[in-house]
């Protein structure tokens, strides 16, 4: 008997999100027992660089003193209130200075919650129904999103889970990603149907692909004509790409952005966010309704306010740009060495690894056709040297803010070393 078997026994599948099953990689996954830093201690006592970071949050590293220190004292006050409290105008204050486009916050409790809210606000507030978004971009699993493109460019979308009615798929378009023709043809088309846009402004969830010149400036234009409003799904990118987030390193100015992962500092929190005008259609404001619970509850606010504070430095993000780069640069050199053809993409603290000879990749279908078996392998072989990559060829790396220099030294001889095996 194993640990996983024991949770697959009163689990589904034995985990509480699919990916960190290892269904990706093979074999079973790694119980973390507790994380400090870039390093983490699994359940059999191995311990282990992170480069996951939870999927994105943990930008400080895992259990910062400070973070838990917020966490700590207000634990202490009360876990949950379900009336207003200070802590809540403070983080929407806070993320209203670091994004210029959000001039006013919604906390919710999940990225999923913050993009479903997103879709359901550009629907109200337009009065249309239709939504386009990208192959390859993941916006969390609520009905309108799980849908993939059909057999034409603009026919009908298909529901990619069961239990997604058909008649919903109806409504959603998927486009190629950085396919700025396809997004003018469809504008050109349904364009006054178009409640809007929703996009990962750098995907991360088809591993890591960076826009083309011009596509989000499209994307702008195109909306902007049509009276469709432009969602960016900022959930992985927000904080995490750059200090403004990706809308400021590319000085894009969407209507709303949906926000999460690092923006809680590993507590479950996320939120929508933007034009004051569209915002103001939220209720009680306004008519479309959304509503949560322990939505601003005071405990995870605290653990976000704090992490944006310690993030929300030119030095900061300055550092963390060059570690991130020393990574992959490393990375690069070692599989060049081993004739190993990688393609790797970093911004910030974010970074992608394909296996490819065909880079740069800036299409779904690229790292669809990348050597999928060579990373599976990759993995597992970093796995034993001690280095946790995302147990799938479709996911982003993270870097934080306490990976030192030796770690990422460590990594990249451990990388050297597996390249020549692969
Ligand atoms: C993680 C993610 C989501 C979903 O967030 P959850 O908190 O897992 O529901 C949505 N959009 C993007 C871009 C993400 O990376």
């Not at 992170?50 to 930008?59: A, C, E, F």
């Not at 699993?141 to 493109?149: K, M, P």
């Not at 927000?238 to 949906?258: C, E, M, N, S």
Request: net charge negative; charged share 20%; aromatic share 8%.
């Amino acid at each position: 008997m194993s640990l996983f078997s024991d949770a697959q026994a009163v689990i589904p599948g034995g985990v509480n999100s699919p990916v960190r099953a290892f269904a990706g990689v093979g074999g079973e996954p790694v119980f973390f027992r507790r994380a400090s830093g870039s390093r983490f201690t699994s359940e059999d006592g191995r311990e282990f660089i992170d480069y996951v970071g939870s999927w994105g949050p943990m930008i400080l590293g895992h259990a910062h003193p400070d973070v838990i220190e917020a966490v700590v004292s207000t634990a202490r006050d009360g876990l949950s209130f379900g009336a207003p409290c200070v802590l809540e105008t403070r983080i929407a204050a806070k993320i209203r200075a670091m994004l210029p486009s959000a001039e006013k916050v919604r906390m919710v409790g999940s990225g999923t919650e913050a993009t479903m809210s997103a879709i359901r606000l550009a629907r109200g507030h337009t009065g249309r129904d239709k939504i386009v978004k990208f192959e390859g971009c993941y916006h969390g699993h609520s009905d309108s999103l799980l849908i993939e493109a059909g057999s034409g460019a603009l026919t009908l979308g298909v529901p990619s889970s069961p239990g997604v009615p058909a008649s919903l798929a109806e409504h959603t378009i998927t486009l190629p990603y950085n396919d700025i023709d396809g997004v003018e043809n469809a504008f050109a088309e349904l364009g006054e149907q178009i409640a809007c846009v929703i996009v990962e402004p750098i995907a991360g969830n088809m591993n890591m692909v960076p826009p083309v010149p011009g596509f989000h400036e499209t994307l702008r234009r195109e909306c902007t004509q049509a009276g469709a409003l432009l969602v960016f799904d900022e959930v992985m990118t927000g904080f995490r790409v750059a200090r403004h987030g990706a809308q400021g390193l590319y000085g894009i100015g969407p209507d709303i952005t949906t926000l999460g992962k690092v923006i809680g500092g590993g507590m479950p929190v996320a939120a929508y966010c933007g034009r004051a005008d569209v915002m103001a259609s939220v209720a009680p404001e306004g008519p479309v309704y959304q509503a949560g619970t322990l939505s601003g509850n005071p405990v995870a606010m605290a653990a976000g306010l704090r992490t944006l504070e310690l993030i929300d430095s030119e030095d900061f993000w300055t550092e963390l740009s060059a570690k991130t780069r020393k990574l992959v640069d490393g990375l690069a050199a070692a599989a060049g060495g081993a004739g190993i053809p990688l393609a790797v993409e970093a911004e910030g603290g974010m970074f992608g690894l394909v296996f490819t000879d065909d880079g740069p990749v800036r299409s779904y279908a690229q790292v669809a056709a990348a050597d999928i078996e060579r990373f599976k392998a990759f993995f597992h072989g970093m796995l034993d040297e001690g280095i946790y990559l995302a147990p799938s060829a479709f996911e982003a790396g993270f870097v934080s803010g306490a990976h030192s220099d030796d770690d990422l030294e460590e990594t990249i001889a451990a990388a050297a070393k597996v390249f020549k095996t692969l």
